[in-house]
């Protein structure tokens, strides 16, 4: 965790408090918002391609101006080179029509090391373009303001660190080009024309070219040199060859893809190569606009901003919270297990204000928490308000308001907001608030307490925007079902891990629906469930009056209420979305559907087809042993989305269901914490729906033949004459049932069988018997399931 204390801008008013540490902060001239400074004792500028569209995403928008919260792709790739202190200039290359667009988002995002110039009809005439912008009026330039270095990097590719471009740089200086490279994923192989395979690469030989790259600026230019007819270049390879090149064509500028290569061909300059971190990666498909808005959602969790302003009050408030943090960020190093808290700010700056120099908070992603003490602090929650709407902050950038113990001050918000208390009351702005009633005292320890109290839980968190994403394709529970599913949740049942009471929510549903709105569109939006919503507190309760070993224990699962009530309003919208992919023999957890209607239409099945005589029915029984603790995750997401669920609805779920703490207590006695990612845990109320989709493909329906389930309990029923109850009808079964199960990919099997006869042959019983047995050997010593196999017959 880092910890900062920014300096105070400059108009702040002079009766108020100075933050205690702001002048010892700005003494030390520190820029609070610059990643590590290296030193680089040579000029290095970058040129970054944008001026293609984007085709392969199959959107309108080219992907370099694609918005994520708020801000285009290009922008972030921009400020990841303008916040590396040592590059001087940067040049971005956007087709012409985009020119007016691009200089737009310059002012939007105050870029300030940037300009714009006009691509080419491919990659390497854009990258051109902007290396002559780079060089020009270099005549008349002094030598040492040219850059040295210019690294080339995609505009889509928005996740690169200081550090790797530091590599890149000083290799380029060094051996005149440097690239990045990451490891094949798939092996590369040569077609004929007619589309057969000619050969294939050693795929250990080979790498995937990456960007950055980088050049020493002579080694670029001089490779993108057009030279014409018979003049001709001469170039010295670095053993010394002397080289005759007719320099770069008009089939490389319209066919290449790499530059390391022209740099190779027509400089003889050999690239050092250097492995890059997989964030490297292309946006390409529109997938990966996907994982562009996932990791940019990541990192927004990670940083949040204490705004004190000029109360002595708040500032004393806020040095509690960095001492919590701190405190919170020990605890979480000294103990990687727990996972708890992994949602505490990765960095905790504090600042007094939004204005003045900093401002700069507003154009990265950072949370914002306000620090109010009285009424008197009104005026500032509104003129930080304002500061987020006009910045485009406030729809992802809530800003939390902590603590107060004036109930004038909770009236006040109210005003601010344009929001009551009651729900039904239009809002006439564009932030809402949502006000539970206030502490009835401060809490006062805070700022003294060595011990860390449990951060914000303590505190109160108030003011919030009602829907944190509105992108028209997200599911968003209203206020309503909120409510609804609050109202519904019974008043009698423990506490979970979270420490919210059932009574609690219960009784002030129509209080809380609307923050807790809030909180569960935030957790779908950024496709999160909280680790406390996650987190399972299992008593194991006694089976028997004299319990004495843990199997004479149920292990009860204590969850968070709130989840519970998340979870069935998101079961609500999943149930009818993905139902015309549920197996219709699947009889459990359909409503108005049970286990007496699997059995009638076992029987019905059986029995009738038992009436014509010499007929057979062989049904065998399978298990799932622990069953939903088989639940993979990710091949629980592909499931979901292949039945019809939404991107967003399969990761939220993933996520839930991905690093989960648990932990066992007994009296007084809490164990230690296991965090878990695979299964779905016991006793929600997604997990049986979850288990039914993941086994949904596991089934099977002909006239002499069907798969039937009742959640993990399923029989296979075969209806056959007594002919086909040979030795080898016995061998097909089980291994077309485990060929099926494999293709469903289903684990841990159990399997046992009921043959309902009516011949006398006990010879052939016997060997049939022994030859389903011998499978059933087979089916453990390949695929290890426990089997509890019965051969009964009836
Ligand atoms: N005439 C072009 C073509 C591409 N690029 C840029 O080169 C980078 C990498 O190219 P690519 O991923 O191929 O982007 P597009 O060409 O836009 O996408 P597509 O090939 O799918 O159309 C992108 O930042 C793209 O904007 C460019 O500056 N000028
Ligand atoms: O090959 C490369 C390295 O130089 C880059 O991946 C380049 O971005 C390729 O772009 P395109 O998708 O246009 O082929
Ligand atoms: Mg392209």
Known sequence: MEVHISAQSGDCDPGRAAHPRAVSTRAAGRSDLQTGER????????????????????????????????RPLISYTVQAFERVSWIQSIVVVVAKENMELMTDIIQRFQHRKVRVVPGGSTRHRSIFNGVLALGEGERERPAADRPK?????????????EDFLYKIAMAAKEQGAAGAIRPLVSTVIATTSEGYLDHSLERAKYRASEMPQGFTYDVIYQAYQRVESLIKFTFTTQEGVPVLSVGCTESDFEFGTECLHLALQYCGTNAKLIQGPPTLWKVTY??????????????????????????AQAVTLA?????????????????????????????????????????????????FIKISVNSSCLS???????????????????????????????RGLQ????????????????????????????????????????????????????????????????????????????????????????????????????????IFNLSLSLERVPVLW???????????????????????????????????????????LVSPNMDPLQFAYQPGIGVDDAVIYLLQRSLSHLEDAGNAVRITFFDFSSAFNTIHPSLLRVKLERAGASDQLAAWVTNYLTDRPQF??????????????????????????????????????????????????????????????SISGGAVEPAAIMDLATAAKLRNILLYGIQLHQSKDTERWERSVLRVAEIMSALIRDRSPTLVGQLLQA
Not at 381 to 409: C, G, Q
Not at 696 to 704: A, R
């Open 149 to 161: 270095v210019v690294i080339i990097h995609d505009a889509v590719r928005p996740f690169v660190e």
């Open 415 to 518: 005003a601010i907001s344009g929001t009551g208390l009651s729900t039904d009351q239009p809002t006439s702005s564009s932030l809402c608030l949502h006000a539970p009633s206030p502490p009835s005292t401060p809490p006062p320890s805070l700022g003294l307490s060595p011990s860390p109290p449990p951060a914000f839980t303590t505190i109160s968190t108030v003011l919030l925007s009602s829907t944190p994403s509105l992108s028209p394709n997200l599911f968003t529970p209203t206020v309503d079902q909120v409510r609804t599913q609050l109202k519904k949740i019974k008043a009698r049942k423990a506490t979970g891990p979270d420490g919210i009471s059932s009574r609690l929510l219960q009784d002030c549903a129509d209080q809380l629906c609307q923050v807790v709105c809030y």
């Open 534 to 576: 996650k987190t399972s507190c299992v008593v194991p309760v006694p089976k028997t009056s004299r319990p004495k070993e843990p199997n004479h224990f149920r292990p009860v699962a204590l969850m968070s209420h709130l989840m519970k009530a998340l979870e069935r309003i998101v079961l609500r919208h999943l149930r009818p």
């Open 39 to 70: 030193s680089v004792d040579f000029p290095v500028s970058a040129v970054l391609p944008a001026g293609g569209t984007g085709e392969r995403t199959g959107l309108q928008t080219p992907k370099q101006f694609c918005s994520f919260l708020g």
């Open 664 to 725: 066992v207590r007994l009296q007084d006695c809490v164990s230690d914490v296991v965090v878990c990612s695979t299964g779905a845990p016991q006793g929600t109320v997604l997990s049986p729906f979850l288990f039914t989709l993941y086994t949904s493909d596991f089934t099977y329906s002909t006239d002499s033949c069907h798969l039937q389930k009742f959640s993990d309990d399923t029989a296979i029923v075969r209806l056959s004459g007594s002919d086909e109850l």
């Open 380 to 410: 500032e929650v509104e003129v930080t308000l304002k500061d987020l709407e006009a910045a485009n902050r406030a729809i992802l950038h809530p800003l939390v308001v902590i603590w107060s113990p004036e109930m004038r001050f909770w």
């Open 286 to 311: 529109k997938r990966d606009l996907a994982a562009a808005e996932s990791i940019i959602k990541e990192t927004l969790s990670r940083s949040a901003c204490v705004i004190t302003g000029g109360s």
């Open 319 to 367: 040095d509690a919270l960095l001492k919590v943090a701190a405190a919170l960020d020990m605890i979480m190093c000294d103990n990687k297990n727990i996972k708890v808290l992994s949602s505490w700010p990765k960095r905790l700056d504090v600042i007094l204000d939004l204005i003045g120099e900093n401002a700069r908070y507003l154009l990265k992603e950072w949370n």
